[in-house]
């Protein structure tokens, strides 16, 4: 039960490693509040999430927000702060590189458009949201932060473009320079570097893939599988969670040893 009485804001929360983080965060009694830009992921998710804390006392509240809208994410986080009176950890779980025709495409191949495309998708999102729970956070002196980068963003993955590497690596040092602006005010901040994720986003790209070629990826991942949804999200609540009191600036690469 290590979110009783906790209060987390998870984006991107209907499905992939959002939804897997806020069942596991529901099932440990947080109140969860689950956003997305979907309204009929979101009715499908809550009440699968609201299943998931009934016998911890967790709790989820649905809403629907465009995490690109600024407007919109600082309304909704007043709203939380009047309705709960805090807002203890953030997971930003809006991202991806599949927003895109073409997630793999050389940066010769990339357009303008889709390199903007990819730089907002990833980080807009991320900075909005935690520009807006920050006030709230250091008023307690205290919250936990945890961001989505990839190990595109270490410069690892030979299946990602340049704009998402770009992106991602920008989540690593967003991180890393938040860290020591909050530390002062009790505020840890980390993120995780998933390697290739099965979620409900990547699945038909990777089924799209010969054998040869997922037998390829899977023969170089030490632990040779590739990842689940949960296997993110375990190691997001370890960095949500008091286990992680004194861990802040890092960002730990979930990718079964690539």
């Known amino acids: 039960m290590r979110f009783k009485n906790k209060v987390a804001l998870i984006s991107a929360a209907a499905n992939g490693i959002g939804r897997a983080t806020a069942?596991?965060?529901?099932?440990?009694?947080?109140?969860?509040?689950?956003?997305?830009?979907?309204?009929?992921?979101?009715?499908e998710a809550v009440p699968a999430l609201r299943q998931a804390g009934s016998k911890t006392g967790g709790k989820t509240e649905g809403r629907l927000v465009d995490a690109l809208d600024a407007g919109a994410v600082d309304r909704l986080v007043?709203?939380?702060?009047?309705?709960?009176?805090?807002?203890?950890?953030?997971?930003?779980?809006?991202?991806?590189s599949t927003v895109i025709d073409n997630p793999r495409a050389t940066t010769e191949e990339l357009s303008?458009?889709?390199?903007q495309k990819l730089i907002a998708f990833n980080l807009d999102g991320t900075f909005l949201f935690t520009h807006a729970v920050i006030p709230v956070m250091k008023r307690r002196r205290s919250g936990k932060i945890v961001n989505l980068a990839s190990i595109a963003g270490r410069g690892l993955s030979a299946n990602s473009s340049s704009a998402y590497a770009a992106a991602k690596g920008g989540i690593i040092a967003f991180t890393r320079k938040l860290a020591h602006e909050l530390g002062p005010d009790g505020i840890n901040v980390n993120a995780i570097a998933p390697s290739i994720t099965l979620t409900e986003r990547i699945r038909p790209h990777w089924e799209q893939r010969s054998q040869g070629s997922q037998a390829e990826e899977i023969e170089r991942t030490p632990l040779r599988r590739v990842a689940e949804a949960v296997d993110q999200a375990n190691v997001i609540c370890f960095l949500a969670s008091a286990d992680a009191d004194f861990v802040t600036g890092l960002t730990i690469d979930v990718t079964g040893g690539v």
Not at 79 to 92: A, F, K, M, Q, S
């Open 23 to 43: 069942t596991i965060m529901a099932r440990e009694g947080a109140t969860v509040i689950a956003v997305d830009n979907h309204q009929g992921r979101l009715d």
């Open 78 to 96: 007043a709203e939380i702060e009047r309705d709960h009176g805090r807002i203890d950890i953030l997971v930003n779980a809006v991202g991806g």
């Open 112 to 115: 303008f458009a889709d390199w």
